[in-house]
């Protein structure tokens, strides 16, 4: 149980494209999803926190204009990187949680990543 | 605030070898912790929680960890490594007033055969 589907596994595209990147959790409702960059060798960076039919919370540094997230219902949430740059190229991953997991210890549960590299 | 501090950024172990990846945790209130294993170019998978139940925890693969209050540690152990045991592992704190992870910075896992 607690499957997250990550999808695409891998995008390269040109830069200036959008490039849009969708997490679903298939077996659970998910109030919050979150959302992670991680560079190589490396551990993993939060970007955002997205509650279902809410503004997703952002980290400090992260910019909301280019990384837009959508969470519409309580199995999808959405990540729109927009025109995207070579700088954006990195490793991104999102999680997802079991409604009022929060406060019980319930472990987040991730999808297999997305691998985004603009050319 | 809440954070993770795994000792150690490589561990290299023979096939058959106990593998011991070392975690301390700082949190001002009880902590839930977790450890997670990233195979290459994939997302993260959950090997054991604690939540305040019994301080050893048994997880999957021949993973367990113990919870140790007076030492603020998380180990995780493995009595014996496997080839397929290589790979990222990460430790993770969060608690009941927070809902975001604070990860460690990763320990990567070499078996040699």
């Known amino acids: 149980g607690a499957v997250v589907s990550q999808h695409p596994s891998r995008v390269i595209c040109k830069s200036g494209t959008s490039v849009k990147i969708e997490c679903r959790s298939l077996?659970?409702?998910?109030?919050?999803m979150f959302w992670y960059r991680q560079f190589p060798k490396q551990s993993l960076m939060l970007m955002a926190t997205s509650n279902e039919g809410s503004k997703a919370t952002y980290e400090q540094g992260v910019e909301k204009d280019k990384f837009l997230i959508n969470h519409a219902s309580l199995t999808l949430s959405t990540l729109t990187v927009t025109s995207a740059h070579p700088e954006d190229s990195s490793f991104y991953i999102c999680?997802?949680?079991?409604?009022?997991?929060?406060?019980?210890?319930?472990?987040?549960?991730f999808g297999d990543g997305t691998r985004l590299s603009i050319l | 605030a809440q954070s993770v501090t795994q000792l150690g950024s490589h561990v290299s172990v023979s096939e058959g070898a106990l593998v011991l990846l070392r975690c301390n945790y700082s949190s001002s209130v009880p902590p839930y912790l977790f450890w997670y294993v990233q195979y290459p170019n994939q997302g993260l998978q959950l090997l054991l929680k604690?939540?305040?139940?019994?301080?050893l925890v048994k997880g999957i693969n021949g993973f367990e960890a113990e919870f140790k209050k007076s030492e603020t540690s998380f180990h995780l152990t493995k009595p014996s490594a496997h080839m397929s045991d290589a790979a990222e592992y990460f430790c993770?704190?969060?608690?009941?007033?927070?809902?975001?992870?604070?990860f460690g910075a990763g320990t990567t896992v070499t078996v040699r055969a």
């Open positions: 604690y939540t305040s139940a019994a301080t």
């Open positions: 999680s997802a949680q079991i409604v009022e997991g929060t406060r019980s210890g319930e472990p987040q549960h």
């Open positions: 077996d659970f409702q998910a109030t919050t």
């Open positions: 993770a704190v969060t608690h009941s007033n927070d809902y975001k992870l604070s």
